[in-house]
């Protein structure tokens, strides 16, 4: 059966065990021997692209990358027929779009003759989020995700995609997740990517107020107010989400052992201060670090079964 990686929801414990397992154990550099991987990405990225094809390298193979302006997803060409034809040429894509129900009508075009991998949609960030938990894991448990319960995480700002991703796969690990957010910024229930829909071991908390999602928190995590295809929205994104900056007054709020996390790219001035992002409390530069491991471990897990 044909392997695909679309959201941390969709995931068993044991497939996303087996991915936290592989992306940071010894590998073998032939298990892509020969073979490529097609990574098409709608939306640029500086990390994800170099962290996808320096893992597929690093596991043999090659990868080849194909931009919107080259694909035109359902523009130049509907996505059922990019899927088709990577199809005949790729047994992997790893996909960096804007609607995630894409990978659904890939995978329905091809009849799961190729395996999906959601490098960034609408609605989830399942890779940032695998990076995020062996960050955490590196930080408070030597490396050991299931030892990580009991522990308190802040995300303060626009409860985006990369919020969901993470906030599903900490819940599951027993991580206790607050999301500190304005009413028209914060999670709303439903969808491929739900935390309200992970039935514990760990507990989820939403709350209007910065201060209070931080007092205890272990990981205060943020990501950008404006993202790509947002611009139009800059001025008023910036009014609303102002008092949710990650700043050196808001951590003092904090504990002296509360760590700072973020995606990237980040908007310096606008949701942290430089500050806070090149301080000693920051993890940003091992979140990206572990972006590649999250690859070589999903890589890892789908050639497992079809090898």
């Known amino acids: 059966m044909t392997r695909h990686f679309m959201t941390i929801e969709q995931q068993s414990p044991s497939d996303l065990d087996a991915i936290y397992e592989m992306a940071t154990s010894p590998f073998d550099d032939e298990t892509l021997k020969g073979q490529g991987v097609a990574l098409l990405f709608e939306r640029p990225s500086l990390r994800t692209r170099a962290s996808s094809s320096s893992a597929v390298h690093e596991l043999g193979g090659y990868a080849t990358f194909f931009s919107d302006d080259e694909i035109g997803l359902d523009s130049r060409e509907c996505a059922e027929d990019v899927g088709r034809t990577l199809a005949e040429m790729y047994a992997i894509a790893g996909l960096r779009v804007r609607n995630h129900a894409i990978f659904e009508r890939m995978r329905a075009a091809t009849n799961d003759r190729m395996s999906l991998i959601n490098l960034l949609?609408?609605?989830?960030?399942?890779?940032?989020?695998?990076?995020?938990?062996?960050?955490?894991?590196?930080?408070?448990?030597?490396?050991?995700?299931?030892?990580?319960?009991?522990?308190?995480?802040?995300?303060?700002g626009d409860a985006t995609n990369v919020a969901r991703s993470l906030a599903v796969a900490l819940l599951r690990l027993g991580v206790n997740v607050t999301v500190a957010a304005p009413l028209n910024y914060q999670l709303v229930a439903g969808g491929p990517e739900d935390p309200a829909h992970v039935k514990g071991p760990g507990t989820l908390r939403l709350t209007t107020s910065p201060n209070d999602a931080i007092t205890t928190a272990?990981?205060?995590?943020?990501?950008?107010?404006?993202?790509?295809?947002?611009?139009?929205?800059?001025?008023?994104?910036?009014?609303?989400?102002?008092?949710?900056?990650?700043?050196?007054?808001?951590?003092?709020?904090?504990?002296?052992?509360?760590?700072?996390?973020?995606?990237?790219?980040?908007?310096?001035?606008?949701?942290?201060?430089?500050?806070?992002?090149?301080?000693?409390?920051?993890?940003?530069?091992?979140q990206v670090f572990h972006r590649r491991s999250a690859m070589i471990g999903v890589l890892r897990w789908i050639k497992e079964e079809s090898s």
């Open 218 to 286: 272990d990981v205060v995590y943020t990501d950008a107010w404006v993202s790509m295809g947002m611009e139009s929205e800059t001025d008023r994104r910036r009014r609303d989400l102002a008092a949710f900056r990650v700043d050196e007054n808001l951590l003092k709020l904090a504990k002296k052992r509360t760590v700072l996390m973020h995606c990237l790219p980040a908007h310096r001035g606008d949701e942290i201060t430089n500050a806070v992002l090149d301080s000693a409390q920051s993890l940003v530069w091992r």
């Open 121 to 156: 949609s609408g609605v989830a960030h399942p890779t940032q989020a695998v990076a995020d938990v062996l960050t955490i894991a590196d930080q408070f448990a030597k490396g050991d995700v299931h030892a990580l319960a009991g522990l308190e995480v802040a995300y303060v």
